[in-house]
């Protein structure tokens, strides 16, 4: 690689992979894939999503997938998430936040 071309800038994220997973908003999400480009560890994929995939549709949010023609976000590959919130500050229509996966350590634990 020579000095003037640029290297893929990975942000350096504060969490290994599959501490944070994206929750997409279906109502909200327009399909415009800016999740997809905007994410280092390939985490989403758009596609043409089934209506009867998404029975948590509102009025609203059946207009949206009709209109867009049933493109969608999906986090395919959530185990690679690394929390970086890209994704979220991408989204034009704010349908993407970051939740915590709990762990395998927390669910086996025993109460005290």
């Given at each position: ?11 350096a ?5 599959g ?12 399909g ?9 560890y390939d ?6 999503r ?13 207009v949206k997938w ?18 970086c ?5 991408a989204c034009p229509?704010s ?5 915590r ?12």
């Amino acid at each position: 690689m020579d000095a003037e071309t640029p290297m893929a800038v990975v942000p350096a994220c504060k969490h290994a992979a599959g501490v944070f997973a994206p929750v997409i908003d279906p109502n909200r999400c327009e399909g415009k894939a800016a999740c997809a480009a905007e994410c280092p560890y390939d985490v989403f994929v758009v596609r043409r999503r089934e209506r009867s995939a998404l029975p948590g549709l509102t009025l609203l949010g059946s207009v949206k997938w009709w209109v867009h023609g049933g493109m969608q976000a999906e986090a395919q590959n959530a185990d690679q998430c690394h929390g970086c919130g890209l994704c979220v500050t991408a989204c034009p229509e704010s349908a993407i936040t970051l939740a915590r996966v709990a762990s395998a350590n927390t669910e086996a634990a025993p109460p005290p």
